[in-house]
């Protein structure tokens, strides 16, 4: 049995720390595409949120032996924001959170439209927020990942 990271990636962002993970832990991470796993290997599920949701979730957990869950959006990190993804996704595993960021140019033409005006009413007064949501952000770090490498090494 070993450990496997799998993930599920549409701007990179999740595959940015997917990789970064796997050199960390010095496991293996494939795409939700194209995972090459053993019934009894342990998984790592990284994903997107949109809309508050762990975008391929209960399917990755109906197919495979997930140990831990990571969802990684655009909002920034708070236990609140965290307490509220695992809420809204009903998850009964050990569950992290990481920053990702919006990057409009991996965006199609429908989310590049979309995005910007629903941020405008999540941003509200927030200028950091307004912000990222008109010109997009990258807020991927190496540092994000230190309470999860503590948590499975
Ligand atoms: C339609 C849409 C809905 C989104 N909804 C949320 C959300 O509810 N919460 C959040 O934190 N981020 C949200 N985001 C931001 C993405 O989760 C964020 O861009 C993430 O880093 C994308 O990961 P990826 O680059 O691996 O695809 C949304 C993005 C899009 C395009």
């Given at each position: 049995m070993s450990r496997v990271i799998i993930y599920k990636s549409k701007a990179g962002h999740t595959e940015r720390y997917a990789r970064m993970l796997s050199k960390e832990l010095n496991i293996p991470y494939y795409s939700s595409k194209d995972a090459k796993v053993s019934e009894n290997d342990e998984i790592i599920f990284l994903s997107h949120i949109y809309a508050s949701k762990i975008m391929g979730l209960s399917k990755t957990l109906n197919k495979y032996n997930v140990k831990v869950v990571i969802g990684v959006g655009a909002m920034p990190y708070s236990r609140d924001y965290l307490n509220?993804?695992?809420?809204?996704?009903?998850?009964?595993?050990?569950?992290?959170?990481?920053?990702?960021?919006?990057?409009?140019?991996k965006l199609n033409f429908f989310f590049r439209k979309f995005l910007?005006?629903?941020?405008?009413?999540?941003?509200?007064?927030?200028?950091?927020?307004?912000?990222?949501?008109?010109?997009?952000?990258?807020?991927?770090?190496?540092?994000?990942?230190?309470?999860i490498v503590n948590y499975l090494k």
């Open positions: 509220t993804l695992k809420d809204a996704n009903n998850i009964k595993l050990p569950f992290f959170y990481l920053r990702g960021g919006i990057d409009y140019s910007p005006i629903i941020g405008k009413d999540i941003a509200k007064d927030d200028k950091e927020l307004l912000r990222l949501f008109k010109n997009g952000g990258n807020f991927v770090t190496k540092d994000n990942l230190k309470e």
